[in-house]
């Protein structure tokens, strides 16, 4: 028995979602495609096509529910059957074009494993030639980071627990450094030296020695439910800081203060502790020394 992300269960499954057929036949209302096209089917098959996601072309987070293409309740209450099967009818809106010069066997790793690493690197400009990009793990995923990263100019590093993944990634693949992520000597070597890092390894592990990898404002990417970003701050510059106190300025926006004398200030702690202040303790030092 297995589940889809809903937890819907269905039995047999006939899995696939990285398709790559030619059309042979279209509906009569079909547009967009004719019969001998090259096409590709991805993860989904269908959507709600009228929420903000679906109108941005996002249909994979449709707020009502995308439907995957095996394994899933399509809109009529079939299931969907999915690509290891002699057919599959999906609506055109869901279909992509595969140049007929692209080998279609090449293709079908790029519906789910090629946009699943190209997302991230669009969206956070993992694109700028010259800047520096971390892949952790050389799979799938992985391979195709790299092979991104080097069509985009970047100076690319693989960060795998596996030696025997080196020649693969310096020789066939073209990044420009390897690393083994668990010899702290060649990590500490990248300190604060990377403006990317796309994390594509299964399974769970500590972030942190990556982190300590990446220049100020640099970026780790790792999968998350939702395509959602986290984000990190350290306080700001002096660009920053003046820019908050003229904007503050001219909007009258104020800190909610409580202004007390320094001799207050064990007392100030300790109502602290008690979460007893709203929301800030200034000390007047000038008023408190005279």
Known sequence: MTRNKFGDSKYPVVPGHEIARIVKEI??????????????VGTFVNSCR???????????????????TFNAIDVDGTITKGGY???????????????????LASAAPLLCAGITVYTPMMRHKMNQAGKSLGVIGLGGLGHMAVKFGKAFGLNVTVLSTSISKREEALTLLGAD????????????ALAKSLDFIIDTAPGDHPFDPYISLLKTSGVLSCFLAGTITISGSATGGTKGTQEIINFCAARDIHAKIEVIPIQHANEALERLIKSDVQYWFVIDIENSLK
Do not use: T, W
């Open 50 to 68: 009228d929420c903000e996601y679906c109108d941005e072309a996002l249909e994979i987070h449709c707020l009502k529910r995308a439907v995957d």
């Open 177 to 188: 450094k390897f690393v083994i992520s668990f010899d702290h000597d060649q990590m500490a």
């Open 85 to 103: 099967s002699n057919f599959i009818v999906v609506h055109e809106r869901y279909c992509l074009r595969i140049p007929e010069s692209y080998p």
């Open 27 to 40: 509906g009569s209302n079909v547009q967009r495609f004719k019969v001998g096209d090259h096409v590709g």
